[in-house]
């Protein structure tokens, strides 16, 4: 009998896990299930929503994906997990059995818990629906209020001022993108989006979404009330979850997995912006709801189904994005934030700042020398990310370049005596050659 492998999710995860399998068992069977009919880049959908790419363009497999590759695909909802009988239940009526399971039924937009938040003309945008019904409406819209700082909420109204629509953002915490940046590199981004006519309020909680028929506007907790028509939330996401009501399954924020992706319970597996797998530079479970992170997951969970031991390295908080021309890089212990997976006090012990010119700032944290994030803004080199992203991956001493390191560009050559003096941390051929032909 064929092994049947069943996948619960069809974006970045799911699809790179299908993908594998098929390449490793091609005559296994193979299903995935989604209730969403086509497979899209999510990450894309707010230059889509300003008309910056195509729908077609969205599409990160051709249409045809699936049917090519000889995997069965489901549209449907998963409703019901039954570990103990291997089956699945499914909204549609179906039960279907695997004997190998992977979730990666993705997260879903935060919406605040207000009067009005579920009424017609409130949007997440985690959907291609949601665009859709966005960019519907934007004819008969003269202003929208984003709820939320974050990087989506962000994106979206760098979006609708496109269409020209007056846009407000309303943020709870005292500054934008919390979850991303400090609040020095914050307040850049902040006046940039006001010189681009979009306005921002900090401190400010919604309590409620006014209107009958159609929204009138958003009230805040201080009173004032900000006239829309229009209201799209991007306030994050939570781990989608509602599938492990009833099981055995460890959770905490999201799903834990040991560093093969396993769950708790035996044949089952999670990947993607359910799981909580290993962060290596908290060195403990975290999620990070990364594109590039859910198609490593997908991959490595896949190739654990298949019997081939495969140990998931790792990830870490990276965010790159541009804004009205401005780009911005992120990563690691970057914020102290609060919430499920904010950071912890004690986590810095040292920072590195520097503002060499208007619009370029970098900003390293450290703990015990070694670095645990970095924000850069402006005209950075990309190769400066890099260089620091190895550092901190690799835990890597730094006290001796401490000084260089807001100067840090491109030049590997300046790491090469920290790479010979923790050639145990740089066990790739390609480090190990660079140090031997060198001579360091």
């Known amino acids: 009998m064929k092994p049947r ?10 699809t790179s896990a299908a993908e594998t399998l098929r390449r490793y068992a091609p005559d296994a069977q193979v299903t995935v299930v989604s209730d969403e009919k ?20 969205l599409f990160f497999r051709s249409p045809d994906f699936y049917e090519r590759h000889g995997i069965e695909r489901i549209h449907a909802r998963a409703v019901g997990l039954l570990p103990e009988k291997n089956t699945v ?3 549609d009526g179906q039960k279907l059995k695997y004997d190998k399971l992977l979730l990666a039924t993705g997260a879903a937009p935060r919406f605040p818990h207000i009067e009005g938040i579920r009424k017609d003309g409130v949007f997440g945008l985690r959907k291609l629906e949601d665009a859709h019904g966005i960019l519907a409406r934007l004819p008969k819209t003269k202003s929208a209020v984003v709820l939320g700082g974050g990087l989506v909420g962000l994106k979206a109204a760098a979006a609708l001022k496109e269409h020209g629509v007056a846009v407000t953002v309303l943020i709870d915490s005292p500054h934008a993108l919390s979850q991303m940046l400090d609040e020095s590199s914050a307040r850049i981004f902040e006046r940039i989006f006001e010189q ?9 909680k919604p ?23 229009l209201v799209v939330v991007g306030k994050g996401v939570d781990p989608s979850l509602e599938l492990l009501e009833g099981t055995q399954i460890r959770k905490e924020y999201g799903v834990l997995v040991d560093d093969y992706l396993r769950t708790s319970v035996e044949n089952i597996y999670a990947a993607g912006d359910v799981a909580q797998a290993r962060d290596v530079v908290r060195g403990e479970p975290w999620i990070n709801a990364l594109w590039p992170c ?10 654990n189904m298949l019997g081939i031991a495969t140990r998931y390295r790792g990830s870490m908080r990276m965010n790159s994005v541009q804004f009205f021309g401005v780009p911005v890089i992120s990563a690691g212990l970057a914020v102290l ?12 012990d040292e920072t590195l700042e520097s503002q060499p010119a208007p619009g370029i700032y970098r900003k390293i944290f450290l703990k015990d020398e070694t670095i645990v994030g970095f924000v850069l803004v402006g005209d950075v080199p990309i190769e400066a990310a890099g260089v620091l992203r190895i550092l901190m991956e690799r835990r890597v001493n730094v006290a001796s ?9 491109p030049e590997l050559g300046r790491l090469l005596p920290l790479i010979a003096e923790n050639r145990e941390r740089f066990v790739e051929r390609e480090f190990q050659e660079l140090v031997q032909t060198v001579g360091v």
């Open 5 to 14: 492998y069943l996948i619960i999710g069809a974006s970045a995860a799911g």
């Open 207 to 229: 309590v409620a979404v006014l209107g009958d028929q159609q929204i009138e506007g958003v009230q805040i907790a201080l009173g004032e009330v900000f006239p829309c028509e």
């Open 337 to 348: 934030t609060p919430g499920p997976l904010g950071g912890r006090p004690g986590e810095h």
């Open 89 to 91: 239940e499914l909204s």
């Open 401 to 409: 370049i401490k000084e260089e390191l807001l100067e840090l560009g």
């Open 38 to 57: 086509i497979t899209y880049s999510k990450p894309l959908l707010s230059y889509y929503l300003a008309g910056k790419l195509g729908e077609e363009q």
């Open 196 to 204: 681009n006519g979009v306005a921002i309020r900090t401190r400010a």
């Open 294 to 303: 859910a198609v490593e997951q997908g991959r490595v969970a896949a190739l």
